[in-house]
């Protein structure tokens, strides 16, 4: 994302650095050469070597100042030396003149180990110094931070802040939202030709905000812009803006816009564009700092003609929480919002990235697509990158289908677990996802197909059965609503059907929540249920979630338990039937899931209604896949 070079606005800064840095190495080195053995000078080695040292307290040292023959102090008060009669000796001193002297006097030779402080002096001095420096940065900071030279360069010496240059994005490195590049094409037009634009008196929006998901590829459409327009792009974050030093982000903001005019025409992007554009009732702390980044945000937007050639484009996952001010004609008036690509979007995105890849040719990304509803471009970026490490660590030649496939497990559901299962933990998972599984296919059509089933731990879950969709969905029927209720319940329904009601588990507790999700959405808000009728008894806005119903009476609340209770209770006794009267099929499923812990739903089919219904070519010898007993 960054990968252009970073900015050094100003080189005097980092130059001066560099002389007090030379200055301060060769200090070092100085006195690693000249002055390394100090400590000895004076001191016979020998003598220090033949007996162990002894220890004088200091008044040791004071009262038997005539037996010392040599004394070395080194600069942390410590003193060594022998005593007349030879035996080293150590000893704490406090360094004062009066007891040097009266050493010295009785005929010790004293030498004072003070090569160190040549260097902590230099050290001080270049502490004191630097110290200096940041408080004559810091009071110019706090005066509003225009000022000159220093000020200047070490905000732009601040390396993650602005990354700039030509970039080589264009459109074509974006895929899957064909309609807002449309959108951004006439900026580009502007950008290529602004005489004509001029001559006309054509207004083109300075500001444009792009909203989105993150990984929605803002960024990368801001880049493409400048790309494809051949114009210099600046990169910047709201949340740059904001810091401890009051004063910094406007300081900023002055500075980059400048940085903007002296390279005009060109796209400054700014990032997380809430971190200052934050509504000014809604935020909470540091209110007046970001309110004067915001303020003079608006006043650099206000302030450059339109033929200067700046486009401003600032990108937010919140665009509801942007202080309307920002929003205003002649700053950010147009708005461009960014959806999660579509399953078709997918396919393009995943057919854009795959040319990074060396990928089987057998891989079909429509199927990516299909399994990967809600995932932004970023996400489906990084799933082929993961899938390649799959491969690499499988020691693949190619990235195969399964690489992908468990990728895009690891990425949903948690990498695999190696856990260790009681047997009986595994059968019984088997036999609740077979549940699952034979229902899932007696409703496919009305339902998704599935896709798998297995009981490999991943994440939460002891084992899964994964449906794919074959189309982008926008709504539901009451029908599939229906069906996908006794689905979720027929694992719950197969623990008890095989094991009893007593050993029924807590595995089944996911599978609940999601079918009380759905039908508290259908029959509160979505008005599929006649008891119920068409009144929306609850907060629509938050998929099914339990929020104390607001305009229903008590009666109608007590009307919406029980009719969520019916819902439940007839696709429990739904699947129940079926799965009694196939519990033969299911046990197989289970036998099989059982002997090789992962079907696919073509291998599921074969299971249920025989070969011939399996779109396999019909083999004498039944393939390793079908032959579910190895
Ligand atoms: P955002 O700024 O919306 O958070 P980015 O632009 O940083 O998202 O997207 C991150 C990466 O995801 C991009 O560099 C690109 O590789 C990939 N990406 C996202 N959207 C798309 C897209 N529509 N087409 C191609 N790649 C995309
Ligand atoms: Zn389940």
Redesign the pocket.
């Known amino acids: 994302?960054k990968k252009e070079r970073k900015i050094f606005n100003r080189k005097d800064g980092s130059k001066f650095y560099l002389i007090v840095f030379i200055i301060f190495f060769v200090a070092l080195i100085a006195r690693v050469l000249f002055f390394s053995d100090v400590q000895n000078t004076n001191v016979n080695p020998e003598e220090q070597t033949v007996k162990a040292p002894i220890e004088l307290s200091f008044s040791d040292v004071l009262r038997r100042s005539d037996d010392i023959k040599t004394m070395n102090i080194s600069k942390d008060n410590t003193a060594n030396g022998v005593l007349k009669d030879g035996t080293p000796y150590k000893a704490v001193i406090a360094y004062n003149p009066e007891m040097l002297e009266k050493i010295s006097n009785s005929g010790a030779v004293i030498s004072i180990d003070n090569s160190a402080s040549t260097v902590d002096t230099m050290y001080k001095w270049f502490s004191i110094f630097v110290g200096g420096l940041f408080l004559f940065w810091l009071l110019k900071m706090l005066r509003g931070g225009n000022g000159g030279g220093i000020t200047r360069s070490l905000i732009g010496q601040n390396p993650t802040k602005v990354t700039t240059g030509k970039t080589k994005t264009t459109f074509k490195?974006?895929?899957?939202?064909d309609a807002e590049k449309q959108e951004l094409m006439e900026v580009v037009d502007f950008l290529k030709n602004r005489e004509k634009f001029k001559a006309l008196g054509a207004r083109v929006p300075r500001g444009i905000l792009?909203s989105?998901?993150?990984?929605?590829?803002?960024?990368?459409?801001a880049r493409a812009v400048a790309g494809e327009a051949n114009v210099p792009f600046f990169a910047t974050s709201g949340s740059d803006f904001s810091g401890i030093i009051v004063g910094l982000g406007v300081a900023k903001i002055k500075e980059i816009f400048e940085l903007a005019k002296r390279n005009a025409p060109c796209i400054l992007f700014i990032?997380e564009i809430d971190a200052i554009g934050q509504s000014r009732s809604k935020h909470s702390y540091n209110d007046n700092d970001r309110e004067q980044t915001l303020n003079q945000l608006l006043i650099e937007m206000d302030g450059f003609a339109n033929e200067t050639g700046i486009i401003v484009i600032a990108?937010t996952n919140r665009p509801d929480m942007l202080d309307a001010a920002l929003l205003r004609p002649g700053r950010f008036d147009r708005q461009i919002h960014?959806d999660l690509?579509n399953m078709e979007?997918r396919k393009d995105?995943l057919n854009?990235?795959a040319k990074k890849f060396k990928i089987d040719e057998k891989v079909a990304m429509i199927d990516v697509a299909r399994g990967t509803t809600g995932f932004?471009?970023?996400d489906?970026?990084n799933l082929l990158n993961e899938a390649a490490l799959h491969a690499v660590r499988s020691n693949h030649k190619v990235v195969e289908q399964s690489d992908i496939e468990e990728a895009r497990d690891k990425i949903l559901m948690g990498p695999k677990k190696n856990r260790k299962m009681r047997p009986e933990d595994i059968k019984l998972t088997a036999y609740h996802e077979a549940g699952h599984a034979f229902i899932g296919l007696h409703y496919e059509g009305i339902t998704d197909p599935i896709h798998k089933a297995t009981i490999v731990p991943r994440g939460h879950a002891l084992g899964m059965v994964q449906h794919l969709p074959i189309d982008d969905k926008v709504s539901m029927t009451l029908e599939e609503i229906r069906a996908n209720l006794s689905v979720y319940l027929a694992g719950r329904v197969s623990e008890e059907i095989f094991f009893g009601n007593k050993k029924i588990t807590t595995g089944a507790e996911n599978d609940i929540k999601m079918a009380t999700r759905l039908v508290r959405y259908s029959v509160t808000t979505a008005g599929l249920s006649d008891k119920i009728g068409l009144v929306s008894v609850n907060q629509a806005n938050t998929f099914g979630q339990r929020i104390a119903l607001e305009n229903a009476s008590e009666k109608t609340a007590q009307a919406v338990d029980e009719e969520i209770r019916s819902w439940m209770d007839s696709a429990y006794k739904d699947a129940k039937n079926l799965i009694m009267k196939n519990k033969n099929t299911v046990e197989k499923i289970a036998k099989a899931l059982l002997d090789k812990e992962t079907l696919t739903g073509d291998e599921i089919k074969e299971i249920v209604f025989g070969k011939k219904a399996s779109k396999k070519t019909v083999a004498k010898k039944p393939t390793k896949k079908a032959n579910a007993k190895k």
Request: no cysteine; glycine share 20%; hydrophobic share 45%.
């Open positions: 994302m490195d974006v895929a899957g939202i792009l989105g998901e993150p990984g929605t590829g803002k960024t990368l459409l990032d990108a960014i690509p979007g995105i854009l990235h932004s471009g970023a489906l970026e």
